[in-house]
């Protein structure tokens, strides 16, 4: 599963202009879950540009009520009609707008009840690893966004150290695999082994069509989340082409 998160980046005629670019590279993509997630306002667009190919829609947050007075917030059955995905608690989220671990909760269990698949995200800072609080942050991090959740199987989080994020210093595959180990152990001691065998945990931090190999080559990474790459159509397609050469 290769993600690409576009951030609050692109214009309308931008958006429309690399979602049809992708469209015409990797639209036929099989065997791969190829996840595009412009902001709110170019949903649409792009859902009416990817509608007849294999590339899914996703949004980067959502609201856990629906039908509500909550000024700005999209509720998961409006963004149900257009999309397939949702990330939740991205750490720009939590970091820059103080988001919870209850608020990903909340979000996790609006978005399954609408159909919408979370993409959760997880990741502890340079200063929780240094201080050697990296598997405390991400069990809180697990426990806290995954309490009272039924998982689907299949169920997907993102780890991404906050440290890699647009930074152009990407984890190592050791250091990924590590966490995502944690991750995984988590998931199983809350849902049980079947179920955590069934999820995907892809890794996210400065993922270029260079580095993603090393990613994928462990049995334990299941794809990649994309920011930054994700909003040239070469660099993009450079790291879905380079999954689909793994696979094959
Ligand atoms: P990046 O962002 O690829 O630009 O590091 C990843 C993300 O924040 O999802």
Same mark, same amino acid.
């Given at each position: 599963?290769?993600?690409?998160?576009?951030?609050?980046?692109?214009?309308?005629d931008?958006?429309?202009?690399?979602?049809?670019?992708? !469209?015409?590279?990797?639209?036929?993509?099989?065997?791969?879950?190829?996840?595009l997630c412009?902001?709110?306002? &170019?949903?649409?667009?792009?859902?009416?540009?990817?509608?007849?190919?294999?590339i899914?829609?996703?949004?980067?947050?959502?609201?856990?009520?629906?039908?509500?007075?909550?000024t700005?917030e999209?509720?998961?059955?409006?963004?149900?009609?257009l999309?397939? &995905?949702v990330?939740?608690?991205?750490?720009e989220? %939590?970091?820059?707008?103080?988001?919870?671990?209850?608020?990903?909760?909340?979000k996790?269990?609006?978005?399954?009840?609408?159909?919408?698949?979370?993409?959760?995200?997880?990741?502890?800072?340079?200063?929780?690893?240094? *201080?050697?609080?990296?598997?405390?942050?991400?069990?809180?991090?697990i426990?806290?966004?995954?309490d009272?959740?039924?998982?689907?199987d299949?169920?997907v989080?993102? &780890?991404?150290?906050?440290?890699?994020?647009?930074?152009?210093?990407?984890?190592?595959?050791?250091?990924?695999?590590?966490?995502?180990?944690?991750?995984?152990?988590?998931?199983? @001691?809350m849902?049980?082994?079947a179920?955590?065998?069934?999820?995907?945990?892809? &890794?996210?931090?400065?993922?270029?069509?260079?580095n993603? *190999?090393?990613?994928?080559?462990?049995?334990t990474?299941?794809? @990649?989340?994309?920011?930054?790459?994700?909003?040239?159509?070469?660099v993009? !397609?450079?790291?879905?082409?380079?999954?689909? %050469?793994?696979?094959?």
């Amino acid at each position: 599963m290769i993600v690409g998160n576009w951030k609050c980046n692109m214009r309308l005629d931008t958006a429309f202009r690399l979602t049809d670019d992708i !469209c015409q590279r990797l639209g036929e993509v099989e065997g791969i879950d190829v996840v595009l997630c412009p902001p709110f306002v &170019y949903l649409a667009t792009v859902e009416s540009v990817i509608t007849m190919s294999n590339i899914r829609l996703g949004a980067q947050d959502v609201h856990w009520e629906d039908d509500v007075a909550a000024t700005g917030e999209v509720g998961p059955r409006q963004l149900e009609e257009l999309c397939d &995905y949702v990330i939740i608690g991205h750490s720009e989220r %939590r970091h820059a707008l103080g988001e919870t671990d209850d608020a990903v909760n909340r979000k996790v269990k609006a978005a399954l009840a609408a159909n919408l698949q979370p993409i959760m995200c997880v990741g502890e800072t340079l200063e929780e690893r240094e *201080a050697g609080q990296m598997e405390t942050i991400l069990v809180g991090q697990i426990h806290g966004g995954l309490d009272g959740v039924e998982i689907p199987d299949g169920f997907v989080i993102a &780890y991404e150290p906050v440290w890699a994020i647009g930074t152009g210093r990407a984890a190592t595959a050791d250091d990924a695999e590590g966490a995502i180990a944690i991750v995984r152990r988590e998931v199983s @001691g809350m849902f049980g082994a079947a179920k955590a065998e069934t999820a995907r945990v892809l &890794y996210g931090g400065s993922v270029t069509p260079d580095n993603i *190999a090393q990613f994928l080559d462990r049995e334990t990474i299941d794809g @990649g989340l994309v920011g930054g790459a994700s909003l040239k159509v070469d660099v993009f !397609c450079g790291i879905v082409e380079e999954a689909l %050469r793994l696979r094959a």
